[in-house]
């Protein structure tokens, strides 16, 4: 099984790991094992090795932080409050853009 460290798109890898663990047959637990032990660098950060977990909250956790749509939104909340903080009306006049 490939490694995620959270540098690639998580939607291609979680499909790619989906596949593989249905043709493996693997049960829940397996998933989250199997899962756990292909997250390395960044990725590595969001298993909490305390705590039980499951494969699919496992999988949000990995969405949440990686997918694009949510990195959207946050970039477009974040350009959003800097052009009010610097009182600009226009995408272009943000300093982000300069």
Not at 52 to 66: G, I, N, P
Not at 88 to 95: E, G, I, M, T
């Amino acid at each position: 099984m490939e490694k995620y460290n959270g540098t690639t798109p998580v939607e291609t890898f979680i499909t790619k790991f989906q596949k593989c663990s249905d043709y493996m047959g693997w049960s829940d637990l397996d998933k989250v094992i199997h899962l756990t032990n292909s997250l390395t660098g960044t990725a590595d950060l969001l298993i909490d090795r305390s705590a039980d977990v499951t494969f699919e909250q496992l999988v949000e956790k990995l969405r949440r932080r990686f997918g694009s749509e949510e990195q959207y939104d946050r970039f477009r909340s974040l350009l959003k409050l800097r052009k009010r903080k610097d009182g600009c009306k226009d995408v272009v006049c943000s300093p982000i853009f300069h």
